[in-house]
């Protein structure tokens, strides 16, 4: 097995040359840089990875924090990270909270612990002045959440924006008694969320009613219980603004059981354009966010904080989205986007 030492006799040059080539450090000139590459090259020599994040006290692994892998908008989103992570050369640990204050702190502390160089927060449970001191162990990063008294860099869409429009929307198809069914309502996102809902409401001249609030639905069961508690306890609701497609597929498959027509008996928005969206029938209108172009924007920020500490601002990069008009909206004739 090809050592250093055989590397640096190959190629002509001193053990601490090849050294600095190895561990990518400064004052080595191209020519010489060449010189050692080829002869790692034509030995089949592999530096230690191991040995050189010890060194660097570098793990060269970052860790996401989310909500729960299951959801679709999760799952895509690691996907583009861990991709564009290993062009660095980085690896990729997914922390799954299940929206637990105590699992967002116990996986805060893999950066403090120096398990991980940086975290990117897809998701906030605790209030940020709990999430800040761990800024002194290295960089955080927000994806799709975001919060405006935070001092990191955020990657988003605009939620508030995005929720105005979808209920702006059931308005325009006629909806007079809108419900708003939300995950978990506490997080800065959903706040903003329903920020959105509200303004288009009032917009209107008509109020916001918290009896037609439904918190807590997440998935495709949680929708068709959705359905239920509309069907029993709020007749009169003839539009629903939902925060995931998921709950909105639970709820239109259930509706149709029941023998309501969407969208003339009631009118269903989702969020996130999962593939589920467009498989329903009637295919959900939603909002879509792009997923891909945020996750790697997300590790290019954090990376290259990793690579220049301290020297870069705390920038927001505010993402396009698009509302997808589709058929459980669809009353009257719309084109679809």
Known sequence: MATIEDVAKLAGLSRTTVSRVINDQPYVTEEKRQRIIQAMNDLGYVPNSSARRLRSQRTETIAVLLPRLTNPFFGNLIEAMEEKASEWGYQVIVCQTHDSKKKEMDYLQLLKTKQVDGIIMASLVNDWEVVEPYLESGPIVF???????????????????????????????????????????????????????????????????????IDWAMDVSDGQKVFHMISNEFTQVDGIFTGSDEVAAGLIYEAASSDWRIPDDLAV?????????????????????????????????????????????????????????????????????
């Open 143 to 213: 994806c799709n959440e975001y919060m405006d008294e935070s001092c990191i860099p955020m990657v988003h869409m605009d939620h508030k924006q995005a929720a105005y429009e979808a209920t702006v929307h059931l308005l325009e198809q006629g909806c007079k008694q809108i419900a708003y069914v939300t995950g978990g309502p506490e997080s800065h996102l959903s706040k903003e969320r329903r920020k959105g809902f509200t303004s288009a409401l009032s917009e209107y001249n008509l109020p916001f009613i918290e009896d037609m609030t």
């Open 269 to 337: 928005v989702g969020f996130d354009n999962q593939m589920l969206s467009l498989l329903m029938v009637p295919s959900v209108t939603t909002i879509e966010q792009p997923v891909k172009q945020m996750a790697d924007k997300t590790v290019e920020v954090l990376i290259q904080q990793l690579l220049h500490p301290g020297t870069l601002p705390a920038q927001k990069y505010v993402f396009p989205h698009q509302l997808l008009i589709r058929n459980s909206t669809k009353r009257k004739k719309l084109s679809i986007q």
